[in-house]
């Protein structure tokens, strides 16, 4: 089990995952040269900034060119360079898909796409900058592999590692503060997903139901506190991290699969087309059984406080634990 | 760079001739694809591949050659059947166009045919990734020393993403990079002034501030010329207008926009060949 030991205490830290980008790119920068950075018009706002001032030579503004920033990347990546572009997920690979797929993954070249401020906890911009339709457009494309780390500490990793594999890699980041899940040993395992929270048997004798929670991104907290009061009505909860949407650890899966009667998928995301759809497919051919999906049902997102928009868009704990309860029945 | 003597322009002529001729019969093999731009630019792919382009046919990964991106990667056949008669593969293979298994995909694909810089089919791609290319040769230090030519079609600079290059390249002033437009008039629904018109397109141009040379995309001395001056321009991007006939060679073809994004028949490919056997009735078939 892996979780940080201050989270749900008063000493909870909490970080934006895109400033864990920003460290992960800086120290990626110093162990390769060959690392470069592109972004569009939005530097600070992506946490590039760090890089663009120590690495200056190796930072390229492109301006607010999201398709040609992507042929940009992609023609350095063909020259030996390993270049990390970033904006707004909504706008890149929301506006430039057909340039990723063509130029970068059918080139199978490696560029490092990071959607910054995805999600609807983008919050006050309102439904045209909420992308929750990221992880599906990239999912669906050969040789993208696809990352949602769950806090600054993972995004940092995750960049770390990117930056030394030779495929096309999407990166999903989130704008708000979250609370900081994982302890600063945390290693990354090869896209292996792992149990952040387990249920403990504090009332004696075996739980009635055991589920299993599997999430990605920063909501995993939110997952947590379910299992928390699901534990109080017997319900053995097991959270999983998920950190690498694709290629999807699906020998895990399977394994936990075999122990829980029911699977109850979580991000802050349509539920079409997510990780949530992603093991829903993959159990549905390899081991059938009960799978309900927290997400966006169908809808755009609008303006508000994240609070209000989780609450309205169903992804607060409440409705995780809710949705577990249905899908045991 | 010199220019070219009259015996070498003739030389380049008569590769070109070749090069139409397997372009006409890989497309009547294929049974699709597109002509006009393939034979309009023949001229100036046999001047790229057999007298400026710095490559290695053998090598086709040797580090120091100069890259050729094609944009429109449409024109496809003229690309293969052009890398072909240079030695990168065997001519024979030009036959696989469009089949399945092939590494002559309907569009060219980077990493199934060696010598192929890049994927392109959907327009407007190629020009920023010369500009990556040519941003990171200058990160390097301009060592070794490497010029970046994109090819693009004239109908492609519909494409926004083609404009967002130019303001980048503006930006970057990068002056290895050197563009060529294929200025042959036509797109698929027609003529470019009816269906988006694009003049003035050299005022444009220059108002990017680049270097704009415009030629007849057929006169080798011309297109050579063009280039040489190209590469001693040392502040600004050259952007090569090449005017030039769709379909150039065969008269049937010729500026017909029709023929875009069509291949020929058994009857329509044997007098096309007939034509470019003879150069147009000068010489008698049978004897080249």
């Given at each position: 089990m892996i979780l940080r030991k201050t989270v749900f205490t008063p000493q909870q830290e909490e970080k934006p995952t895109r400033e864990g980008f920003g460290e992960g790119l800086m120290i990626a920068g110093e162990k390769n040269e060959r690392v470069v950075a592109l972004c569009a018009d939005l530097t600070e706002s992506v946490k590039m900034d760090g890089f663009r001032a120590k690495f200056h030579d190796r930072f390229f503004e492109t301006g607010i060119t999201e398709q040609a920033m992507s042929g940009v990347a992609s023609g350095m990546a063909s020259m030996g360079y390993i270049p990390f572009m970033a904006s707004y997920a909504m706008f890149s690979p929301g506006r430039n898909w057909e340039q990723i797929r063509t130029t970068i993954a059918y080139n199978n070249v490696p560029v490092k796409i990071v959607g910054a401020h995805a999600g609807i906890s983008v919050g006050p911009d309102g439904a045209t900058h909420q992308a929750i339709e990221d992880v599906a457009i990239m999912r669906m494309i050969p040789t993208m592999e696809v990352f949602v780390p769950c806090d600054a500490i993972e995004a940092r990793v995750i960049t770390e590692y990117v930056a030394t594999t030779k495929s096309p890699s999407y990166i999903r980041l989130t704008r708000e503060k979250t609370p900081l899940l994982l302890p600063d040993s945390y290693v990354w395992n090869h896209g292996r997903g792992y149990v952040m929270y387990l249920a403990q048997h504090k009332h004696g004798g075996e739980f009635t139901h055991k589920v299993a929670i599997i999430g990605c991104g920063p909501i995993l907290y939110e997952a947590i506190k379910a299992a928390m009061e699901l534990e109080k009505e017997g319900i053995g909860v097991t959270v999983i991290n998920m950190p690498q949407v694709k290629p999807l650890d699906v020998g895990y899966l399977l394994r936990v699969a075999h122990?829980?009667?029911?699977?109850?998928t979580v991000e802050e995301h349509q539920v079409t087309g997510g990780l949530g759809s992603a093991v829903a497919e993959y159990l549905s051919e390899q081991y059938p059984l009960r799978v309900g999906r927290v997400g966006v049902n169908d809808r755009f997102g609008q303006s508000g406080k994240v609070s209000e928009l989780y609450e309205e868009y169903g992804l607060t704990s409440k409705h995780i634990a809710q949705k577990v309860r249905e899908t045991l029945h | 760079m010199h220019s070219l003597t009259d015996i070498e322009v003739q030389a380049l002529t008569l590769r070109a001739e070749d090069i139409r001729e397997s372009i006409i019969k890989m497309l009547l093999e294929a049974g699709s694809g597109h002509t006009a731009g393939s034979l309009g630019m023949t001229d100036i792919f046999t001047a790229l591949y057999f007298r400026v382009v710095r490559h290695n046919p053998r090598h086709p990964e040797w580090v120091e050659r100069d890259r050729v991106i094609l944009s429109n990667g449409h024109i496809a056949p003229v690309l293969y059947a052009t890398m072909a008669h240079a030695g990168y593969f065997s001519v024979s293979e030009l036959k696989t166009l469009r089949r399945f298994g092939t590494r002559l995909q309907g569009h060219p694909h980077r990493g199934t045919l060696p010598g192929i810089e890049t994927s392109s089919g959907p327009l407007g791609c190629g020009l920023s990734q010369a500009i990556g290319m040519a941003l990171m040769d200058r990160l390097e230090g301009h060592k070794p020393d490497r010029y970046f030519y994109c090819c693009m079609g004239d109908g492609e600079i519909n494409e926004g993403q083609v404009w967002e290059s130019f303001l980048l390249l503006n930006k970057y002033k990068l002056n290895k990079v050197i563009s060529i437009i294929d200025r042959n008039t036509i797109q698929i629904d027609g003529y470019t002034e009816d269906v988006l018109p694009l003049e003035s397109l050299k005022d444009k141009l220059e108002s990017f501030n680049f270097h704009v040379i415009e030629i007849d995309g057929h006169d080798f001395k011309d297109i050579v010329r063009a280039i040489g001056t190209a590469k001693s321009s040392l502040d600004k991007?050259?952007?090569?207008?090449?005017?030039?006939?769709?379909?150039?060679?065969?008269?049937?073809?010729?500026?017909?926009?029709?023929?875009?994004?069509?291949?020929?028949?058994?009857?329509?490919?044997?007098?096309a060949l007939k034509e470019l056997r003879t150069f147009r009735g000068k010489v008698k078939f049978g004897e080249l």
């Open positions: 122990e829980v009667r029911a699977i109850v | 991007p050259t952007v090569i207008i090449a005017h030039t006939i769709p379909g150039k060679g065969v008269t049937q073809f010729e500026g017909d926009y029709r023929w875009h994004g069509k291949s020929p028949n058994e009857q329509e490919a044997k007098e």
